[in-house]
């Protein structure tokens, strides 16, 4: 889900700048795009207490690695939308 609000934002940049509309711009109000993003961050919290939750007791190393791949995509998910101000 992290992979797809990235893939989202990058969507918008190439089409933003195929169309000349500029790279990513922040509008007044906020478009689809906007709640697709927050949608697919905010969905994967409840996936993730549910796997750390089942898994973390019976496989704690595989879990934890697991665990900081995902933080680590939604890290860089996340970090876009913080430097471009989205």
């Not at 989202?8 to 906007?34: F, K, N, S």
């Not at 898994?55 to 970090?79: C, D, E, F, S």
């Amino acid at each position: 889900m992290s992979l797809m609000a990235l893939a989202l934002l990058a969507g918008a940049y190439i089409y933003g700048r195929a169309t000349g509309q500029g790279a990513l711009v922040c509008e007044p109000d906020e478009g689809a795009l906007v709640h697709l993003w927050q949608v697919l961050m905010a969905g994967q919290l409840p996936v993730l207490a549910y796997f750390a939750i089942k898994r973390l007791p019976r496989a704690p190393k595989q879990t934890l690695r697991v665990l900081a791949l995902q933080a680590g995509a939604m890290l860089a998910a996340m970090v876009p939308v913080y430097f471009l101000n989205l």
